[in-house]
């Protein structure tokens, strides 16, 4: 090998990279959709967030009230009130409070405090000390971190109390972790019921999106079923979009149809307007004996094998151009099969022919006739006593005729010779040369394809490709 094999592009891959408006509509839905509903998501989570911290400082800011109103001054001592929850009576508990002053160093010094702090103290960052000296009488809420490193909710005030020479500052305090493990449950549950409600949002855009393509699916279909003959015009009553296209289809296929009739009336004016001086110039010629006349009439009788030869492909472009054309192919290759038994009876016993019954030519009768005749005819013609003519779909849209013989076969060299327009390998053997040829122009003008090679037979297999209907 003088490179490396390149990978092979699967359908469903060459598929997926097609453009699809159905992919496309569901994708551009489903995009939008996740959006919205992530934007919601996170959304209600803060809201949830806000709702759930508002009402913890709500209950801290109530302490640090009671604090402020109940605290008093003795002997130049602040005396905390007490405190109804026993949650600050017990060591590290999560619920704190504390009575400080601010330093010249901006840092906290307890005065009183919970004995739930036990060897502990509240501090406060730089920041909303400062906020505090310069906002008295106004709550601040932060973050801080807890005796044993768990995350406070901290409220402060400054205030005064009468008789004491410094504001003080009231600080009240709770575990934060239930809040954040609210939080995440609630998180939780949002992006479950956000999955669920996603899945479902596509699933429904999904089936309105086939839903409401339904109808040019239907066309789609109508229009197969025009170029496969089995219909001749788009039926269906389709919505307001889609109408006007449908009507310019079937304005489209009439106008096609009106030009191929007018092309094979040309080529049957043609064909008689030639025709009849060529009968005149050969009757003429073989009533004039001598070299003049036989050179006239062969002259003659050349032109009109070409003539015959174009007329029939111009024949066969103009009916591969329409539609609506199906012709069973079992019936015909029987029928053919019979005529030619009876026309080689001293030569071939019976031709041993199969195809399926629900095979269909997409094309008119006279031009699969003439394709399969000219061909069996040729192996009836060479064959030694046996001919074999088997029929079978090749794809969706193609069958193949294949036709062999026990004759004496071809030569490599000279399979490509018989295709020759007036070919004749051997001109002892009656006939024009130019069957074969006819085949090949007519298998072409169809987009089919013609091969020979060597039959396991002994002689010639010749097999013709050609464009199948659905049955």
Known sequence: MNGAARPAHSPLASSLRRPSLVRRLVLLAAAWSLVVLAVAGLSLTAFFRNAEIHRFDDELSDTVDGLLAGASVEEERIVAPPIMDQRA???????????????????????????????????????????LAQSPGVMVFYDAAGPERQPLRVAALLGRLPDFAVPVVF???????????????????????????????????????RVGLRPLFALRREVAAVRTGQSERVHGHYPSELEPLASEL??????????????????????????????????????????????????????????????????????????????SVAPLIEELSRTLEKIFRDKVAAIDWCAPDDLVFMGERQDLLEIAGNVMENACKWCAGKVRVSAEVVSDRQFS??????????????????????ARLDESAPGSGLGLSIVDELVRAYQGSMTLAASAMGGLKLEVVLPRADG
């Open 89 to 131: 009576q017990r060591a590290y508990s999560g619920d704190y409070w504390q009575i400080a002053t601010i330093g010249k160093d901006q840092t906290l010094h307890a005065l009183v405090r919970s004995r739930s702090l036990w060897d502990h103290v509240l501090t406060a960052p730089r920041d909303q000390v400062s906020a």
């Open 171 to 209: 600080m009240s305090a709770e575990d934060r972790t239930p809040v954040d493990r609210d939080v995440r449950a609630f998180t939780t549950k949002i992006v479950v019921a956000l999955v669920l409600l996603g899945a479902g949002l596509i699933a429904a855009v999904i089936l309105q999106v």
């Open 250 to 327: 079937n304005a489209l296929m009439a106008h096609n149809h009106e030009v191929v009739e007018r092309q094979r009336t040309h080529v049957g004016n043609l064909a008689h307007a030639l025709k009849t001086p060529l009968s005149v110039i050969l009757t003429e010629a073989r009533g004039e004996p001598g070299p003049f006349g036989d050179l006239v009439t062969r002259q003659a009788e050349a032109m009109g094998q070409h003539l015959e030869h174009h007329l029939r492909r111009a024949r066969a472009a103009a009916r591969t151009q329409g539609y609506g054309e199906r012709t």
């Open 401 to 422: 005729i294949a036709v062999e013989d026990d004759g004496p076969g071809l030569a490599d060299h000279e399979r490509g010779e018989v295709l020759q327009r007036g």
